[in-house]
């Protein structure tokens, strides 16, 4: 593609101060400005001019005057002052209601190119508002670890996202099978942040990294706040003077004697600051830290060029500019091993060491080891430049620019909701009762028959095969066998002519079936729910069903599910339940039954919550009149929007069937 054919390329920001998203945005921009590309960057806050330097060409628009004023709105709140707490609650709500507005106004003004949003709140917004015509990419610049909230965003509000991209590969197969039941036509990429390295700005140095004269100082760089761990650094300094002291008396230091036995340079400001100035004090370790503040990059390159390392302590990372930052100037990387960036990109004996979390001794230990071995940091130089290399950002950006070449996703025009697929499903419904349905399964294990799914259907899961075809692959499968669940479920069979038909709750099907499967010392695997419902469940079926064999156990958040799938196969279990919400629960069961040579698979949405006694089932009377879901409704009202969108859905479609022909054969 020629420079001057070279499409729009449109960047969201919210502001454009300090901060690793607004330096990825900013090395991104003026890379493909200088590429020929035309870069704008709709910007919410004006905050002062950019931290970082833009290129003449890129153009920035801020659309609105207003600023944030959580920290006034805060201090009205600690004094007491209620109309100073109203006024500044009324300048909230407004800068909010201006925050969203002007954006969409904005995304919406986007008519050709690319819309590349960097944050989750923009993504949705871009989706939604996002022109047809207009490549939509989306990045996720943290870990977030996934949480249940920000799923749904992935799984239900980025429906007209043409690319999502991930800072590392571990991140795009985490999310891969997260996403891909939901959205078929999605592109997911891993492309990491990369450096920009000005020479006429790099600091002074050798050609050779390991000529480099390096003093006994070790680097911190980063945010002063919570989950950047900073105040992790103390016990790591005492363990640190601890074996450094104790090194010079066995004299086998080779520490020169002008040197300071070691010191912590920490590069950063935050909420912080204060609490790690009274924890230094008190320790009696200010002869070891130097806090610098807030300082231009250039002399933190410097700093980094002349240490024998670069501490990591955080308690998540995405994907920090500082481990480039550190790779790029041979300072070797001291990380605890926590998600994601870290256990990604440091590797022991080739980039630094990678201690165990919180294991301030291990670190500690590691430090010394560079501060007294010269010979490590030599032995690291060909790993770090190797990553140096790897994340260059011509490696990195010809990466985006074929991104940006793939245009649109051509996407085959919205499913349209088709009322004969409705009608398969009911004509697959289970028309016996509980009591039948049991001793059904039992006997598919004794005679050792092909492995089935069930699936315990309300109308949301019927309106979801409805939307998606590969969930409509699962539900008109032949060794799916689906049971109403849901009382709306009855009653439209009833609607179709299936008077017969009996409702099976998930919850009581799992009940009696770990009461069938007992006696038999049958073996069980459980997958989903949060860690201290499944912790509590596993309570639960132990003492009530001491004879259980329990093969496999995993809570529902950050697990690799390929690696859940080997261990099905490996341990064949009689009983596979996941609670992980419909349709991930039975895409999860549906690759996991290709590998089993029996087995019933079961997937119980929060039927593990009820059982493990963490939410309570609707009392009989409600369920006698069929208001289960009422009362899930007043104690979870926030399911309230769903509930109504899916059932009114679900009622259209039942009609259509019952209009488009006759009752249904049974």
Partial sequence: MRKDQRKAITFTALHLQHGGVELAITQQANYLAAEGYKVRIICTYYLGEPAYHLAPKVEICYLTDRRPNRSELGAALRARRPFSVLREAYRAAVTLYLKRQTMVKAIKAVENGVIVSTRHEHSILVSRYGRSGVQKVAQLHHDHRFDPKLLRGFQHHYRNIDDFVLLLPSLKAELEPLIRPYNSSIRLHAI??????????????????TAVKRHNHLVWVGRLSPEKGVLRLLPIAEGLRRLLLADMAAGSSSRAEVEPLFVIDVYGDGQEMAELKREIAAADLSEFFVLHGMRNREEILAALAQSKGMLLTSHTE?????????????????????????????????????IKDDDAEGMAAAAAKLLT??????????GLAAMGEAYSEKKIMERWMELFALGPVKAPGSAKVRSDKMREYFEKLYDKTMAELVPELLKRLEQELPPILVVTANPEILMLGQRLPSYD?????????????????????KMLGLPSLTRIPGVELVEKLLAALAPRRGKIFLYGAKPEVMEALLTKIKQAYPDLQIVGAYHGYGQNEAVLQAEIAATQPDLVLAALGAPRQETFLAQCRKSLSQGILIGVGGSFDVISGQKRRAPKIWRKLNLEWAYRLLHEPKRLGRFVRNNLGFLGQVWRTRLTGDELDR
């Fill in 192 to 209: 990491g942040n990369c450096l920009h390295m000005d020479p006429g700005k790099m600091p002074a140095q050798s050609t050779s990294l």
């Fill in 318 to 354: 995405g994907f920090s500019f500082v481990i480039l930052e550190a790779a790029s100037m041979g300072a070797p990387i001291l990380a605890y091993d926590v998600r994601m960036a870290p256990r990604d990109l440091v590797k022991k004996g080739e980039t630094g060491f990678l």
């Fill in 373 to 382: 071995e010269p010979a490590t940091i030599d032995i690291l130089q060909p």
């Fill in 473 to 493: 692959g699962i539900l008109r499968d032949p060794e799916t066998l689906i049971v109403a669940d849901g009382i709306g479920v009855v009653k439209a069979a």
